[in-house]
């Protein structure tokens, strides 16, 4: 259904369709209480809604269509356009000017051109562009028996030329003009952002790791006077904040002292997948000591800083842990993980390391001794046996990988 989008042609609005783009690809979903940080909120979220980039997880929570689940792993300014790019309105416009330039390179007899186009960049777009022919053909004149002056006129009677896209085209296209003018740049610019990438989640819920403002410059863990913010309110569908915060901005645990916000928060961190997966290795590394089961380490490399640490199985260097968490992640079975940045690890392991959950011991990043208490404490009850069998599942892909890679043997 096409509706009025003259009050979000203005750049301004333009700039909050981009703040909200970029929350978006960061936490994969926006809360009603933040969306109060961006302009015209509401009315960009009925677009993206009718665009098919949003559903309504709640009453008060929005999050990425899994058809854009793709857009989680892209740069600010290449999301803004593929988003932009699915907005009804925008899009139909757009495809006309397709429609038109093929129709006037047909009528100066570009027939390979066209040809060329038709099979392969317009392709995707072909059924639209014969609905808008279709349309001005009424009369059962062809378009291409027209006189060449007269086409621009046709294509202006279309219902998709009714809107002024000025601002529109001179962010995602870097050019204002007739449409007439624009059909290279909608080729170059629009089309290879047309159609979003599947994301293939195997219909797993995206795991994503941001950055989480636990540490201050001096390394001491912030946990007092904590306020809803996008990093600790729970998330619905994507698993990227921790959950201090529901949607409402409530706590979702008591945090009246110090002790209580310390717990709270260590509770809430190791729930996040890939804290949880850190966590769990140093957990299996503590329990092998009396367990006798294979263990892995986390290991300090000289001069690599915390983003270089490396992963150890059974003494046996397997690669940078960097590389291994998303799959560890995906160990835990719900959870598809995207490749991490050097800067969201080291903030992971500061993080684990200022709250006490980790600690330094030589050369190696083991469970800190106050956190070994409370593996068997209530308050902790679900984090010791039940985390055992994500532990074997993780060494099993562990195994898998080294079965994969041993040299075969060579028969003579």
Excluded at 189 to 197: H, I, L, T
Excluded at 222 to 241: C, E, H, K, T, Y
Excluded at 256 to 283: C, H, M, S, W
Excluded at 384 to 395: A, C, W
Aim: hydrophobic share 40%; net charge negative; aromatic share 8%.
């Amino acid at each position: 259904m096409k509706h009025d989008m003259t009050h979000l042609n203005t750049p301004k609005m333009l700039q909050s369709a981009q703040a909200l783009i970029d929350h978006l690809i960061t936490w994969g979903e926006v809360t009603r209480f933040e969306l109060s940080g961006f302009a015209g909120a509401q009315e960009w979220i009925t677009t993206f809604e009718n665009a098919g980039i949003l559903h309504t997880a709640t009453t008060d929570i929005w999050s990425l269509s899994p058809e854009f689940w793709s857009l989680l792993r892209e740069e600010s300014e290449k999301a803004v356009r593929i988003a932009l790019f699915q907005v009804p309105e925008y899009r139909g416009y757009l495809i006309s000017i397709l429609a038109e330039g093929a129709a006037s390179a047909a009528k100066q007899g570009l027939n390979d051109e066209v040809e060329k186009w038709s099979g392969d960049e317009l392709l995707p777009f072909l059924s639209a562009i014969n609905r808008m022919l279709n349309e001005i053909e009424t009369d059962g004149k062809r378009i291409i028996d027209q006189k060449a002056d007269q086409i621009p006129t046709l294509f202006a009677s279309l219902s998709e030329r009714q809107n002024n896209w000025d601002n529109w085209n001179q962010t995602l296209l870097g050019r204002t003009a007739r449409p007439q003018d624009l059909f290279d740049f909608v080729l170059k610019r629009f089309v290879p952002y047309a159609m979003p990438e599947p994301c293939k989640t195997h219909g797993r819920t995206p795991a994503l790791l941001p950055i989480l403002p636990l540490v201050d410059a001096d390394g001491n863990a912030q946990f007092m006077n904590l306020v809803p913010a996008p990093w600790n309110v729970s998330r619905s569908d994507i698993q990227s904040g921790i959950a201090l915060f529901d949607e409402y901005g409530k706590p979702m645990s008591e945090m009246g002292t110090a002790d209580a916000a310390r717990n709270a928060l260590q509770d809430a961190l190791i729930e996040q997948p890939f804290y949880k997966a850190v966590t769990q290795l140093a957990i299996n590394h503590y329990r092998a000591k009396t367990a006798f089961s294979p263990s892995f380490e986390l290991v300090l490399q000289p001069g690599a800083g915390l983003s270089g640490v490396a992963l150890f199985y059974e003494t046996r260097k397997m690669g940078l842990l960097k590389d291994w968490l998303p799959p560890l992640v995906q160990c835990q079975e719900c959870f598809a993980a995207r490749p991490l940045e050097e800067e969201q690890v080291a903030n992971m392991m500061e993080n684990l390391l200022a709250l006490d959950i980790l600690e330094q011991a030589d050369d190696n990043l083991v469970l800190h001794e106050d956190f070994q208490s409370t593996l068997m404490a209530g308050r902790l009850r679900s984090v010791f046996r039940p985390g055992k069998s994500l532990q074997d599942r993780m060494i099993e892909a562990v195994r898998k990988h080294l079965q994969k890679n041993q040299p075969q043997e060579v028969n003579t």
